[in-house]
Every structure is written in C-alpha cells, then in structure tokens.
C-alpha cells in the first residue's frame, strides 16, 4: 500500500484513498484534457463546450477506476452510476463556473483555464463521491471483537 515519503508508516485509509483518487484523476485529466484540447483547436469549439466535452467523457472511466481501484467498493453499477454521475454534473457546473470565473475575472489563457477547473473541483467530488457513492454502510452489529470488549472475556 502507499506509505508516508521516509516513513514506514503506511497512510490514513482517507489518505491512502486520496491519493488512489489522485491517480486515477491524472488519468482522467489526461483524458479530459485531450478531449478538451481537441475540441477547442482542432475542431474551433468554444472553450466552455470544449470544456464540458472532456469532462463528460473522463467520467466514465473515472467510475470504473475509482469503483474498483480507489474505494474498492460492491456499490452495483445500477446503484452508483447515476448517483456518481449526478455528482459529475453537478461538479461540471462547479468546473465550468471556476473555468469561467479563471479566465474572464483573472485573466487565465483559454487553453490553460481547463486546468484551473480541474484543481478545484477535485477535493469537491472526492468528498461528495466518497460520502455519497462510495460511502461504506455502517453495520448495524459491532465485530466480534468490539462485542468482546462491550461484554469482556467470556
């Protein structure tokens, strides 16, 4: 597993976690990235559109990794999906209001604005995913072992 740089103390099952979604959103940013890079030079799209484009389709492949990879989840496809992709719209318009706000507030070149989206909308839906999608259900009976501690030793 990922440990702390220098320490032989693995991370925090929220760090670790993090850092998984971390990976995986390099990936989809690649992903997004060329999507939006396409889109907006090749094709002459506008920005926000170019910019919705890539976002939409990084999530797909951003579900299927962060399911299987990052929260190591059973939540069904039938169940997740359309939670996680009503998330990823909802983060799309966080995206394209930052993206927005990057380039005709502070002046951010067009071509670089996307990634501006990208930053601050990561640590929102790493939230919003982990506590909503991928959240683990609380089991309703302690482990066998807090059972002993509650009882002690029979």
């Keep these: 597993m990922v440990g702390v740089i220098g320490s032989d103390r693995p991370l925090s ?11 995986v959103g390099v990936t989809n940013t690649a992903i997004n990235y060329a999507i939006f ?16 484009l890539g976002f939409s389709v ?4 951003a ?6 990879w990052t929260f190591k989840s059973k939540v069904s496809i039938w169940a997740g999906f359309p939670a996680y992709l009503a998330i990823s719209t909802f983060t799309l318009g966080a995206h394209s209001t930052t ?19 990208i930053a601050v909308t990561t ?7 982990r506590t909503i999608v991928f ?11 807090e059972a002993r501690k509650m009882t002690g030793p029979s």
């Design 13 to 23: 099952g929220l760090a670790s976690q993090f850092v998984r979604f971390s990976i």
């Design 37 to 52: 890079y396409f889109f907006l030079v090749v094709v002459g799209t506008h920005y926000l559109i170019s910019g919705a």
């Design 58 to 61: 990084a999530v797909v492949p």
């Design 63 to 68: 579900f299927v990794l962060n399911r299987t």
């Design 99 to 117: 993206q927005w706000f990057a380039t005709e507030i502070l002046g951010v070149v067009e071509v670089l604005s996307q990634f501006v989206g």
């Design 123 to 129: 640590v929102l839906n790493f939230v919003l995913v």
């Design 135 to 145: 959240r683990r259900p609380v089991p309703s009976v302690p482990p066998e072992s």
